[in-house]
C-alpha cells in the first residue's frame, strides 16, 4: 500500500466511531528510579500499563505522581530503570518523537493565538500537514472535545472549562498513541469538573488510546479508570480495578485514601478455617474473612469496613451471617438524603450512613447494635506504633 493510501485508511478508521485496533501503546515501566538531589521522587516503580487502558495514577501530594508522568513523557530521565513502549526501550527517544499527547492542569495555552493556531501548533511543529489536511485534523481535535465553533476565539475569551477543552484537543491532534494528564481538572469547580470526567472517558472509548491520567482524587480516580495505581512516599502500594482496590485495600492507607474507611484495632486470637476470630476494643469476638496477608494469632490487625456496609440493627434483624457489635451514638448528621451517624465501639469511632427511615429515633448518647455482613470486612496490618484495643 502506497502512503497516501495507508493514510486514507487511517483517515477511515478514525472517523468511524470504532477505536483502531494498534490505537494505543502498551507502557511498561521496570525499576523505574528518579532522585532530585537527596529527594527520592520515584522508588523502584514497576508497572505494566495495558495498551487502550484508562491507567489512573492515585496519590497524595509528593507521592511521585508527576514525576512518573514526565518520565514516561521522557521530559525527564531516569536514574534507574527502564521504559518500554509496546516493549520497545525509549531511553534513546527524545519526548516528541514518543507520540504522547501531554495535559496539565494549568491549560498552558499560547494567550496569543486563537483557539484554532493552539490545537493546530504540534502540527505545525511537527508534521508539515498542507493546510487543508491541517484545517480537517484541527475541525477533528476539535469536534472531539466539543468546541466546533469557537475556533477564532483567544484563550481569555474562554471559561476555564473551556479552555481546557482546547489543551486537550491540542494534546489529541497528533493523534498519539498515549496521553498522559497531569490533574486536569484539578482547577475547575466540582459540577464542571464531573462532566469533563465524563467526556474525557468518552474520548477515551472514541479514540482507543492509551490514557495515563494522574489524579489524588479518589472519586475521580474510581468512576474513570480500568485500573488504578495507588502511590505513596515514591512508591506504588496497590494496583488494582476500581473495585478491588476499595473493596479489598492491601493497607490502611490504602483503605484510607480511597474513601471514608472504618479501622478498627483488633487482636487475632485465633485463626478458623477460612476466617479469623478478631477481639475489639469492646471486648467482642469478630469474625474476619483470612483474604490477603496473612495474620498469625496474636498479631495486632485493623478491621476494615467501609461505612456504607454497617447497619444500625434492630434486634430482629439479627439473623444470618452478619457480625454485630454494641456501640453509642456520638454524632449524627444531616447530609439531605440520608445522615451520617458516628458510633463508639469502646474508643474507636465507626461512621455508617443511615437512610432517613432507618435514622428515626437514633439520639446522641443513645446505645444500638451496629451490625455488617463479615465477608466485606479485611484484616489489615496495623501499623507499627498504633494503638492496642
Ligand atoms: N524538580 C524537582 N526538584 C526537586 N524536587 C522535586 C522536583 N520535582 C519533584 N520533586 C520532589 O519529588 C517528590 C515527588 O514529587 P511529584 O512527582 O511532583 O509528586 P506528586 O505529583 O505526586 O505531587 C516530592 O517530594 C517533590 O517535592
Ligand atoms: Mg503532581
Known amino acids: 500500500m502506497s502512503v497516501a493510501a495507508l493514510s486514507a485508511a487511517d483517515d477511515a478508521a478514525r472517523t468511524s466511531d470504532a477505536p483502531r485496533p494498534d490505537a494505543g501503546v502498551e507502557v511498561r515501566l521496570e525499576r523505574l528510579s528518579k532522585s532530585f538531589g537527596s529527594v527520592t521522587a520515584v522508588d523502584n516503580v514497576n508497572l505494566t500499563i495495558p495498551a487502550g487502558a484508562f491507567v489512573t495514577l492515585l496519590g497524595p501530594s509528593g507521592s511521585g505522581k508527576t514525576t512518573t508522568l514526565n518520565l514516561i513523557a521522557g521530559f525527564l530521565a531516569p536514574d534507574a530503570g527502564n521504559i518500554a513502549f509496546d516493549g520497545r526501550p525509549v531511553a534513546s527517544v527524545p519526548p516528541h518523537r514518543r507520540n504522547i499527547g501531554m495535559v496539565f492542569q494549568s491549560y498552558a495555552l499560547f494567550p496569543h493565538m486563537t483557539v484554532f493556531d493552539n490545537v493546530a501548533y ?4 511537527r508534521n508539515r500537514l498542507a493546510r487543508e489536511a491541517l484545517t480537517i485534523r484541527v475541525g ?19 471559561s476555564g ?41 468518552d474520548i477515551h472509548r472514541r479514540i ?12 475521580e480516580a474510581l468512576t474513570m479508570s480500568d485500573l488504578v495505581v495507588v502511590m505513596r512516599d515514591s512508591r506504588i502500594v496497590q494496583v488494582g480495578s476500581p473495585r478491588s482496590v476499595y473493596e479489598a485495600p492491601v493497607d490502611a492507607f490504602v483503605a484510607d485514601f480511597l ?15 477460612d476466617a479469623y476470630a478478631v477481639r475489639i476494643a ?26 456504607e456496609d454497617v447497619k444500625i ?38 461512621v455508617l ?6 435514622a428515626e429515633g437514633i439520639e446522641i448518647g443513645g446505645h444500638v447494635m451496629l451490625a455488617w455482613p463479615p465477608e466485606r470486612s479485611r484484616a489489615l496490618a496495623a501499623p507499627t506504633g498504633s494503638v492496642s484495643p
Do not use: C, W
Open 140 to 158: 477533528e481535535s476539535l469536534e472531539l472535545v466539543g468546541l466546533t465553533k469557537l475556533e477564532a476565539r483567544y484563550p481569555r475569551q474562554l
Open 208 to 219: 482507543g488510546s492509551t490514557f495515563v491520567y494522574v489524579t489524588h482524587d479518589q472519586t
Open 353 to 358: 450512613r443511615a437512610p432517613r427511615v432507618q
Open 161 to 201: 472549562g473551556q479552555q481546557q477543552r482546547v489543551a486537550m484537543a491540542r494534546a489529541l491532534v497528533s493523534r498519539p498513541r498515549l496521553l498522559l494528564m497531569d490533574e486536569p481538572l484539578g482547577a475547575l469547580d466540582k459540577k464542571l469538573r464531573e462532566r469533563l470526567q465524563g467526556e474525557i472517558k
Open 313 to 350: 440493627s434492630h434486634s430482629e434483624e439479627m439473623v444470618g451471617n452478619v457480625v454485630t457489635t454494641a456501640a453509642v451514638v456520638r454524632e449524627v448528621l444531616f447530609l439531605g438524603e440520608s445522615f451520617k451517624v458516628t458510633a463508639m465501639v469502646g474508643p474507636h469511632p465507626v
Open 122 to 125: 504540534p502540527l505545525r511543529m
Open 282 to 307: 469492646n471486648g467482642r469476638m469478630i469474625s474476619v474473612p483470612q483474604t490477603g496477608a496473612s495474620h498469625a494469632p496474636g498479631s495486632k490487625v485493623l478491621v476494615f469496613i467501609r461505612p
Open 259 to 273: 474513601g471514608g474507611a472504618n479501622l478498627l484495632p483488633g487482636e487475632v486470637m485465633a485463626n478458623e478455617r
